[in-house]
């Protein structure tokens, strides 16, 4: 199997309490692999171990081959490129210093890195001057650099831990370009989002809570799992319909949430679809519907929590 990286039974502790609990995955070579949770669910914690930045407390990791033992850290670290979620690059450097400092990190020799640099700027679309401070590119253009500074050591997979966050949104869809040409030239890609749009672009995705994997499967497939009845967005004739549905949410709804102007629901069990349909048209109008991942990613991930 092409399997570059698999994770066994991973356990991260810190204190007593488990940040990543039993986690176990493999990813293919040349996927994008979507990490998917809401905050504090484990994901930059897991990302840390994989990269061989953070000792695990139990469980075993293999990077394109490397096994996770004392020592192999380093080995592992030639293999991975890593884009933190905190920090990208060294605002107090130029461009130019930034990348000379990753090169340096990772032992890249002096030619191939001017090749290198050459050939990733290229890549980005970069014509500016490599010689101004990190710290006056735009949000977008900083992201993107940081990922050239990442690529540099020509890692076969790339760790990008909400590459995104923040970023406009002309510059997300150059940016999710950008991987999906890494990943069609066989570069696995190893991403965390909290914009589902994004994750739609995933070839598979993770969804952890509580520092557990709690699915695992490609946007359509998880729609399609998640919700075997059906969905529909709700329009509210008027704030007093509106009132009642959400004072009554409880009883009537398996699924009921807020989305732009609308709501998206789904009919509880309990309840026969049509005829509650019937009774609830003096309320709203109904519209049945294709779920997105946002109502994937409410329903399993915060399902239990809201
Ligand atoms: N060094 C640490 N010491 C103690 N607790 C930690 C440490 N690092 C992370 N945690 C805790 O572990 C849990 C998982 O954190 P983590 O940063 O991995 O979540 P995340 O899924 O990346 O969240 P976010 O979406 O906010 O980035 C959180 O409860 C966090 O507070
Ligand atoms: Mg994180």
């Given at each position: 199997?092409?399997?570059?990286?698999?994770?066994?039974?991973?356990?991260?502790?810190?204190?007593?309490f488990f940040?990543?609990k039993?986690?176990s995955?493999?990813v293919?070579?040349?996927?994008?692999f979507g990490?998917l949770?809401?905050?504090?669910?484990?994901?930059?914690?897991?990302?840390?171990?994989?990269?061989g930045?953070?000792p695990?407390?139990?469980?075993d990791?293999?990077?394109?081959?490397v096994?996770?033992?004392?020592?192999?850290?380093?080995?592992?670290?030639?293999k991975?490129?890593?884009?933190?979620?905190?920090?990208?690059?060294?605002?107090?450097l130029?461009i130019?210093e930034n990348?000379?400092?990753?090169?340096?990190?990772?032992?890249?020799p002096?030619?191939?890195?001017?090749k290198?640099?050459?050939q990733?700027l290229?890549?980005i679309d970069f014509?500016?001057?490599?010689?101004q401070m990190a710290?006056n590119?735009?949000?977008?253009?900083k992201?993107?650099?940081?990922?050239?500074?990442?690529?540099?050591h020509?890692p076969?997979?790339?760790f990008?831990?909400?590459?995104?966050?923040?970023v406009?949104?002309?510059?997300?869809n150059k940016?999710?370009n950008?991987?999906?040409?890494l990943?069609a030239?066989?570069?696995?890609i190893f991403v965390?989002?909290?914009?589902?749009?994004?994750?739609?672009?995933?070839?598979?995705i993770?969804?952890m809570?509580?520092?557990?994997?709690i699915?695992?499967?490609?946007?359509?497939?998880?729609k399609k799992?998640?919700y075997?009845?059906?969905?529909y967005s709700?329009?509210t004739?008027?704030?007093?319909?509106r009132?009642?549905?959400?004072?009554?949410a409880h009883?009537?709804?398996e699924?009921f949430?807020?989305?732009g102007l609308?709501y998206?629901a789904?009919?509880a069990?309990s309840l026969?679809?049509?005829?509650t349909?019937d009774?609830?048209?003096?309320y709203?109008?109904?519209?049945?519907?294709?779920?997105s991942?946002e109502d994937?990613?409410?329903?399993l991930v915060?399902?239990?929590?809201?």
């Amino acid at each position: 199997m092409n399997e570059i990286v698999i994770v066994k039974d991973l356990n991260v502790m810190f204190g007593n309490f488990f940040a990543v609990k039993n986690l176990s995955f493999s990813v293919t070579k040349g996927e994008i692999f979507g990490f998917l949770g809401s905050n504090g669910a484990g994901k930059t914690t897991a990302i840390r171990v994989l990269c061989g930045l953070l000792p695990a407390t139990s469980g075993d990791v293999i990077i394109d081959d490397v096994k996770f033992i004392a020592g192999a850290e380093n080995l592992v670290k030639k293999k991975v490129g890593y884009m933190s979620q905190k920090f990208t690059l060294y605002n107090d450097l130029t461009i130019e210093e930034n990348f000379e400092f990753a090169a340096k990190l990772r032992n890249v020799p002096g030619d191939l890195y001017e090749k290198r640099k050459k050939q990733l700027l290229k890549f980005i679309d970069f014509e500016n001057d490599c010689h101004q401070m990190a710290a006056n590119l735009p949000g977008g253009v900083k992201q993107e650099i940081a990922l050239v500074a990442a690529l540099l050591h020509d890692p076969q997979i790339i760790f990008l831990d909400e590459p995104t966050a923040g970023v406009a949104p002309v510059a997300r869809n150059k940016f999710w370009n950008l991987i999906k040409q890494l990943s069609a030239a066989g570069k696995t890609i190893f991403v965390t989002t909290h914009y589902m749009d994004e994750a739609e672009n995933c070839h598979r995705i993770a969804l952890m809570r509580s520092g557990k994997l709690i699915a695992l499967d490609s946007p359509s497939n998880l729609k399609k799992m998640t919700y075997q009845r059906n969905i529909y967005s709700l329009t509210t004739h008027n704030s007093e319909a509106r009132q009642y549905l959400v004072a009554n949410a409880h009883d009537l709804f398996e699924m009921f949430a807020p989305y732009g102007l609308h709501y998206h629901a789904i009919i509880a069990d309990s309840l026969n679809e049509q005829e509650t349909l019937d009774r609830l048209k003096k309320y709203c109008i109904f519209q049945k519907i294709s779920p997105s991942l946002e109502d994937v990613f409410l329903k399993l991930v915060e399902g239990d929590e809201r």
